[in-house]
């Protein structure tokens, strides 16, 4: 698997991938990521990547020329999705990360600014995707939230004790509770069922826990796992 981000700030994103599980499958050869900056595709003296919006208004627009020629720079796979990171996006979630991690390239287009030149969207024909209904300055951010949920799916990212099927929302719930040593801390003590080596038990418990949490935090997602009962 092939992220190519283009991006104006690449440091942000080979940074932030240079940690932890991200950087241990990166090394190992799993899934690499590249950057594209637009500024290098700029024509002007200047590298001039932004301009100001025709018909007024506030702050600038990102310049449909460097961004189309950046894009078009990129070596396509015959397997590859384009993504766009903005706050009008559809709303990620677990669903759509699962179908991102079939690709073997994806390529993501991270705004700042007022946002994009209207022509980029339609040139590029992006699939845009956005992790919430906030606003940020910029989709980096969003941009490696994506890589990792994606990373994660792929096999040999997660070593056997990370194991994804685990998870929040592998089987519609959200999390049980975790505990480690001491089995007493401040009064407050592990679960007996958890140090009984009753695997059937403890099985038990943990699913007890999911459904309570997932039924007082998240009623929209407890409704939907009842129904699939
Ligand atoms: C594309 C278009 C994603 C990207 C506009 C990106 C939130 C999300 C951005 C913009 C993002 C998300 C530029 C519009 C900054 C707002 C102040 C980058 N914000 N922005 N403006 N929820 N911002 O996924």
Known sequence: MIFDIMTLFPEMIENACNYSIMKRAVQAGIFSVNTINPRDFTLDKHKKVDDTPYGGGAGMVLMVQPYVDAYESITKSDKSATIMLSPQGEPLNERIVNELAVYDQIIMLCGHYEGFDE??????????????????????????????????????????????????????????P????????????????????????????????SIERTQKRRPDLYEKYIKNQ
């Open 119 to 176: 022509r980029i969207r339609e040139i590029i024909q992006p699939r845009e995707i956005s992790i919430g209904d906030f606003v940020l300055t910029g989709g980096e951010l969003p941009a490696l939230c994506l890589i990792d949920a994606v990373s994660r799916k792929i096999e040999g990212t997660l070593g056997k004790i990370e194991s994804a099927d685990e998870d929040s929302f592998s089987n519609g719930l959200i999390e049980y």
């Open 178 to 209: 975790h505990y480690t040593k001491p089995r007493e801390f401040r009064n407050l003590k592990v679960p007996d069922v958890l140090l009984n080596g009753n695997h059937k038990e403890i099985n038990d418990f943990r699913l007890k826990k």
